[in-house]
């Protein structure tokens, strides 16, 4: 555990403020749920709650399906971070913030799909921007919707220059995101 050098006093009704810098900094915003934990210690532990973030075993399965079906790279992303790859770099993907880009289309519970071959994707996740080798020549992205609010994302995409996105790949990634997200209701 790292120690921020922050204290803070708990009010009458028990509650804690958590200072603004690390809130930008772990990414959490208003009527986010974060999950309580304990240790035997007597330490707390927050930690932002992903509800996708429970099916993660099944999410990497459906991963390799959406991938060994389509013959693209699958992701599949909490509104945080990838949690499932398939046909691609696990290593380099796996765990890893998404993008400011992708999480604004996440926001706006936007369906997106790259126009034409020769046009930059939208970057997956925060190191995608850095890196001048990361160009997705085609790329869908379906938000994951539970409850009316979106929890994530399904995303297709090909780095070969022939390869274009069509009402196939469009309807799969949406049929994934509507399956994940009904899961999230049971």
Known sequence: MKATGVV??????GRVVIPKEIRKTLRIKEGDPLEIFTEKDGGIILRKYSPIGELTEFATGYAETLSKTTGHIAFITDKDTVIAVSGGSKKEYLEQNVSDELEQLMEDKEVYTSKENSDLAMPITQSDKEKKDKIYNSQVVYPIISNGDTIGTVILLSKQSNIKM?????KV????????GSQMEI
């Open 8 to 13: 803070r006093r708990i009010d009458d009704l």
């Open 166 to 170: 069509n009402e196939v790949e469009k």
């Open 173 to 180: 990634a949406q049929s994934a995101a509507t399956f994940l």
